[in-house]
């Protein structure tokens, strides 16, 4: 078994915090091993619990129009989240739940090396940079971290529920793509 087959039955059997006990599947993530974006949304709603695939409600919808307005597509990118398991009534994740199910997402980042990562809403960017970060005032300003860029970025969710936030996030989008093309040279 490879190390990111390893990885992912460790995760899949994971029982380091209380989510194990709702869940109905581990929802690993997915897209290539070798992907050169990752997309790094909270956690898993009712549908992705239910189907143990990631971004598959209408937010998914939403992300998939995201990702094919700048020429990527699920086939391109690896998609995962914070953490792994659904939260009871899709309440945003427990500190320690975030800490317990983080390994998960460093080794996932190790194995794939990508160049860049959006941090989908304040749960994804406060648990990679850190509690003083507010996506309203962050949200489309790189960040790097060991030769990786970030960029935090509205979560679909809130796009669905507030009109205004898609055309700074369409911006914020094409910054992604302009970095991509500048790192192909
Ligand atoms: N919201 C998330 O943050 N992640 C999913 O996988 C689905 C909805």
């Known amino acids: 078994m490879d190390s990111w087959e390893k990885l992912k039955q460790e995760c899949l059997a994971c029982r380091r915090c209380g989510l194990c ?58 998609i995962g989240n914070m953490v792994k398991c659904r939260p009871p009534r899709n309440r945003t994740p427990e500190p320690d739940e975030i800490a317990a199910c983080l390994p998960f997402l460093r080794a996932q980042t190790a194995l794939i090396r990508p160049q860049i990562i959006v941090l989908l809403g304040a749960t994804a960017l406060r648990a990679v940079l850190g509690p003083q970060m507010r996506i309203t005032r ?33 911006d914020d989008l094409r910054q992604v793509r302009d970095k991509l093309e500048a790192l192909h040279g």
């Open 138 to 170: 962050d949200r489309g300003r790189w960040v790097e971290r060991k030769g990786v860029w970030m960029m935090p970025m509205f979560h679909p969710a809130a796009l669905l529920r507030d009109e205004s936030k898609k055309r700074p996030t369409w």
């Open 21 to 78: 006990e709702t869940r109905t599947h581990v929802v690993f993530g997915e897209g290539p091993q070798d992907a050169e974006v990752m997309f790094i949304g909270e956690g898993p709603g009712e549908q992705e619990d239910l189907s143990g695939r990631p971004f598959v409600g209408r937010g998914g919808k939403l992300l998939d129009d995201m990702l094919e307005l700048i020429d990527l597509s699920r086939e391109k990118v690896f």
